[in-house]
């Protein structure tokens, strides 16, 4: 079919953004597409020619990597271990360079800004991560929602402002129900699942643009998954998602678009269905039919 | 017999034995403090609470106890320790205040922003400070800081100012201070050092990735969740300074006086004497009754304090793990 490696498909920074039907992958007219919301919204974040190596190896941990991030849409990074997934995700909010020697070239613009000359703490208040084990802080449940509020606030604020905006953090991460009668219980005497939508609550108590999720599913039972999953399926209305699994179901089930990695390149980058059912590379067909990973 | 002390143990003998083993421990400790209690009596007895005041001179006092011979009156067992309680409490709490601030900056340094090399030179070299008996630090203070205190801080004005009371020259609060949290912070660095070392990095992380810098994301977070630690590495630090008395007995001056702050500048130069000191001082004259029964007091004093010390330690160290119990 394709030879391999195939050629990456580069998607134009100039391209308007999509408007498809996002149950059956249909471009909408305009008109109509307005009238119903139309699950992707405008680009938010693209990852333009970005290649990162780490001090000490030979081949580069992502290579030349071009992918549009939208808002309305998850976009699932899937590929076997080892495959720069984490790597990709952590150069979106520049967190790959606490590793000493790790370098990234290329581009990554977040609303048309090369993310380099943005001051770091508000990107990272843009663009915030969850990570693959739950990370609550040893505070209260609380405390943990206000922190950053807290940090990013000149003077202290008070209770009274905050009490609303954990509030309402809360309720978008689906916890508030489950946490409500007792706020000032220790975080980490949370449920792991409960722990992890806790910190999708405190990464958007300060509003992000984007959530980058590594395998945020990785050490939750079943059910919590599930409800992790419907929670990511909610928060998509408002925010570009990109989501590193290991879970290929997990993939089809959450990913608008889904790209695949292979050893640091971008083999291939598609909508979900169309990268599951017809795959257009070998590698992918292999990949998601199980044949390795 | 012997061989059956190796034998592996059930869990109810070896339970039993845990048992016996911790309720000696706590029968010795009551015992002591009961055998010190009852030499203590007398002192307390004919002082009251009077015991604990200022308005004498506390080392005319502790001569008069020995010149009062075998058989003292009752006036001579007159004790007004405030001098001495006072000089114990300023140097712990100054020293020890000082050596946690210094000990989370430097644990900080070491841990979150030393590049690995200097790390495994410096850890290694601070656990051996750690090390070092007292008395040299104490040799220290006689060989270099007194001296220079005495000749290059200390003016004529300030001596003379003074003179109808106290000496200056050299020996006092600023180089047993000094000195103190020299000898008690190394051991407090170590003690964070291993704390922050053992923060979970995602915390951090997650910190950073919320959009904090890094100084705020340790102190924040690293600093915060390793609260309990401290507050072990200042009960232990407490201790070693309540108890510390050669050392002091060599550089504070060794005199029954409490400085004041008050006097400005030469509050530093002042000279002290706490408990621990006198006690180690004043052990010679033990055969003169009353000088005995008020060292055994002195001795009950730190010995209760401690004890509040570390009862308090742990009380705070429960409320503040309870954000972190899992
Ligand atoms: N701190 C590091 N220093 C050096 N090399 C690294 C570092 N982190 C990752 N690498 C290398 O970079 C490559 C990509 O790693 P990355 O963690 O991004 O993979 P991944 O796709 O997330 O894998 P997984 O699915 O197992 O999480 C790997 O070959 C890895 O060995
Ligand atoms: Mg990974």
Known sequence: MAEFPPPVRRISSEQAPNVVDPATRQEIPEPIARALAPSYGPERLRIDEVSIHYAGSARPAVNRVTLPVRQGEVLALIGPSGCGKTTLLRSLNRLVELTPGATRDGRILLDGDDIDQLEITRLRRRVSMIFQQPNPFPMSIFDNVAYAIREQAMRRPGKAVLQPRVEKALRRAGLWDEVADDLGRPALRLSGGQQQRLCIARALAVEPDVLLMDEPCSALDPISTGVVEELIHELRQNLAIVIVTHNLAQARRVGDHVAFMYLGDLVEYAPTEELFTNPRADRTRDYVQGAFG | ?326
């Open chain 2, 1 to 326: 017999m012997l061989r059956s002390l190796f034998r592996p143990l059930t869990d109810r003998r070896a339970e039993r034995m845990l048992g016996a083993t911790a309720v000696s421990v706590v029968l010795v400790i009551v015992a002591m403090i009961v055998f010190i209690a009852i030499e203590a009596w007398p002192s307390f007895q004919h002082n009251g609470l009077s015991w604990f005041g200022s308005g004498k001179d506390v080392d005319a006092e502790l001569g008069a106890m020995v010149n009062a011979g075998a058989d003292p009156s009752g006036d001579a067992y007159q004790l007004r320790a405030w001098p001495l309680l006072y000089a114990t409490a300023l140097t712990t709490v100054l020293a020890v205040g000082l050596g946690v601030f210094i000990a989370v900056l430097a644990s900080i340094f070491i841990v979150e922003l030393a590049p690995p090399r200097v790390r495994s030179i410096v850890v290694p070299v601070v656990r051996l400070l750690a090390a070092v008996p007292s008395v040299v630090y104490g040799l220290i203070g006689i060989l270099v800081l007194v001296p220079f205190v005495n000749d290059h801080l200390i003016n004529e004005g300030q001596r003379e100012s003074v003179s109808y009371v106290i000496t200056l020259n050299g020996p006092g609060l600023l180089v047993s201070v000094v000195l103190l949290t020299l000898m008690i912070t190394p051991i407090m660095i170590s003690i964070v050092v291993d704390a922050l070392t053992a923060v979970p990095r995602g915390w951090r992380e997650g910190a950073l990735a919320l959009g904090v810098t890094r100084w705020r994301a340790v102190m924040s977070v690293s600093v915060r969740a390793i609260r309990p630690a401290i507050v072990a590495a200042a009960v232990l630090a407490s201790a070693r300074a309540l108890g510390e008395a050669i050392m002091l007995s060599m550089v504070s001056g060794s005199k029954g006086f409490s400085p004041q702050p008050w006097d400005g500048l030469i509050f530093l130069f002042e000279p002290l004497r706490p408990l621990a000191a006198t006690i180690a001082e004043q052990s010679e004259g033990i055969a003169a009754p009353a000088l005995k029964s008020s060292i055994y007091a002195m001795a009950l004093v730190l010995l209760v304090s401690s004890l509040f010390l570390s009862i308090g330690g742990s009380l705070i160290k429960r409320r503040l793990r309870l954000g972190t119990a899992r």
